[in-house]
């Protein structure tokens, strides 16, 4: 298909999916922005390598609804409720495309969502989206992760940091925890997981000054596809060496 004919393709509209897997609807005025949000990165796309993810029904589950289901507790306010005086801080490490803080940005407008990755193009399409959207809750950074959480303006200030399809696990805790707040949250996505990989990262979440408090799997709603989602807490400061270097978290994962 030539990405003139994707650029019109709506999204799929499935109200039912969004309740029964995520337990959170959203209303037209998300469903627009997520419209909005398909259209510009199709756009985009034909300029510079955005994803590879550009056919609406994939697009809807591999970076919409996935997104979404990794940060679904917060979505249904069991996390980080709406309404608290406080104002809440999410980070997305390697955002790439915008996945999955911009539409975590989408839906709950009134959490400051940070938009961080290494590709200049990447961050400046983000940013001008954002501002086209009128989303004045997200913020976007040009840096390396290692760099951000060595800096005393970001690190230990974020509610949450998320991370999917950024490398290791093991590395994006290195990245993810030092920006952490004491009793923060960091969220994972992975594909397939395994206990013996829990048990493991245990280890050197403890080193970063975390605990992993649930691992969830569930499978994707069209395709039946593999997921699963790591959920930790942050429980003590990370000792000051961390994040090592940039570069060294994975040329060396702890
Ligand atoms: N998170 C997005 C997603 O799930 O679709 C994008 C994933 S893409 C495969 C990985 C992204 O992480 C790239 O855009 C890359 O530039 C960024 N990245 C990798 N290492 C990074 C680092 N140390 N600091 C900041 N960004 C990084």
Redesign the pocket.
């Given at each position: 298909m030539s990405q003139d004919s994707l650029q019109h393709s709506r999204l799929p509209d499935l109200p039912d999916i969004w309740h029964e897997t995520l337990g959170w609807q959203p209303d037209a005025g998300h469903l627009l922005e997520f419209q909005s949000l398909y259209d510009r990165i199709v756009d985009a796309n034909t300029q510079f390598n955005l994803?590879r993810i550009v056919e609406a029904e994939e697009f809807w589950e591999k970076?919409l609804w996935d997104s979404l289901r990794g940060v679904s507790c917060v979505l249904r306010g069991e996390v980080f409720p709406e309404g608290d005086a406080e104002k809440y801080r999410a980070i997305?490490?390697?955002?790439?495309?915008g996945?999955?803080g911009f539409p975590l940005a989408i839906a709950r407008p009134d959490i400051e969502v940070m938009l961080?990755?290494?590709?200049r193009k990447?961050v400046n399409f983000l940013q001008q989206l954002a501002e086209e959207l009128g989303m004045e809750n997200i913020k976007t950074m040009t840096?390396?992760?290692?760099k951000v959480g060595r800096q005393s303006c970001d690190r230990e200030s974020y509610d949450l940091a998320l991370?999917?399809?950024?490398?290791p696990a093991s590395v994006c805790l290195e990245?993810a925890l030092p920006l952490l707040k004491i009793g923060g949250m960091a969220i994972l996505?992975r594909g397939h997981w395994t206990e013996e990989e829990t048990e493991k990262l245990s280890t050197t979440a403890a080193q970063l000054g975390g605990v992993i408090s649930t691992v969830e799997a569930f499978t994707t709603p069209l395709t039946r596809g593999v997921r699963n989602c790591l959920y930790l807490s942050k429980i003590k400061p990370t000792p000051a060496q961390f994040p090592r270097a940039?570069g060294l978290?994975?040329q060396k994962p702890l």
């Open positions: 994803t970076h997305d490490i390697g955002t790439g495309a996945f999955p961080l990755d290494s590709t990447k840096a390396r992760a290692e991370a999917r399809a950024v490398g990245y996505y940039v978290p994975k």
